[in-house]
């Protein structure tokens, strides 16, 4: 079935540091994996995705890294900064049919929640 | 460009009571989804639609949820009876296409609490 797995579900880190988040994903025919932040009381907002025809992909400091084989993809803050603090989610396509084409379900992540100590 | 609108923000009622929650997507945009996000997990999808045909209603309570978009562009959800575990954000999204692969950019979220 379609299921996204993120670790961890809290993660606590000092400012400047970095912060890493991983996502695993059971179907292999997914090819997009966005990852959204969501800060309290808030929308959740797209802050990079990567497809599968990548590796990695960055962004100023946040970089998302991806291996096919092994279903599991990452998010990287680097110089980590206390605005940083949000729940993040990742996700991931599933592909599913629709008549004679196909139409992408997106599915989270539980959410990791992010503080960044001054 | 304006975002997805919802309404209302928040919403308290007692159980077994009716609700309905109201969207309107960013201009343009042809699908259009509605989640479910209980407090400390992630959004869950309860219905696609594209243009005003349903894509994917496989996770929807359809007992006691319904949803329609029927002029392809503002959609309502609607929780009949309530109960206590329907209380969550309801959020709506929009993306461009169908096929996946394009940023959803969501709403503000109506935040639903059953008594």
């Known amino acids: 079935g379609e299921n996204v797995e993120q670790h961890p579900s809290t993660l606590s880190v000092q400012e400047g540091d970095s912060a890493v988040i991983k996502c695993t994903y059971s179907?292999?025919?997914?090819?997009?994996f966005p990852w959204y932040k969501q800060e309290l009381g808030k929308r959740p907002q797209l802050i990079i995705d990567i497809r599968s025809n990548v590796g990695e992909k960055k962004d100023q400091r946040i970089a998302v890294t991806l291996n096919k084989t092994a279903k599991h993809f990452s998010l990287h803050i680097t110089e980590t900064q206390p605005e940083d603090s949000a729940v993040y989610f990742c996700a991931a396509i599933f592909k599913r049919p629709a008549g004679g084409t196909s139409y992408g379900k997106l599915t989270f992540g539980q959410g990791t929640i992010l503080t960044v100590h001054p | 460009e304006a975002g997805v609108a919802q309404s209302p923000r928040y919403k308290i009622i007692e159980k077994r009571q009716s609700v309905a929650f109201w969207c309107n997507p960013i201009?343009?945009?042809?699908?259009l989804y509605w989640y479910q996000q209980i407090l400390g997990q992630g959004p869950k999808l309860l219905i696609q639609f594209q243009n005003n045909g349903v894509v994917d209603d496989s996770q929807l309570p359809k007992d006691r949820f319904s949803a329609e978009r029927l002029k392809g562009v503002d959609s309502t959800l609607k929780i009949q009876p309530a109960k206590l575990e329907d209380s969550a954000v309801y959020l709506c999204?929009?993306?461009?296409?169908?096929?996946?692969?394009?940023?959803?950019?969501f709403g503000p979220g109506t935040r639903l609490t059953v008594l």
């Open positions: 999204a929009s993306s461009l296409v169908l096929a996946g692969g394009h940023e959803q950019f």
């Open positions: 201009s343009g945009h042809a699908t």
């Open positions: 179907d292999s025919a997914s090819n997009y």
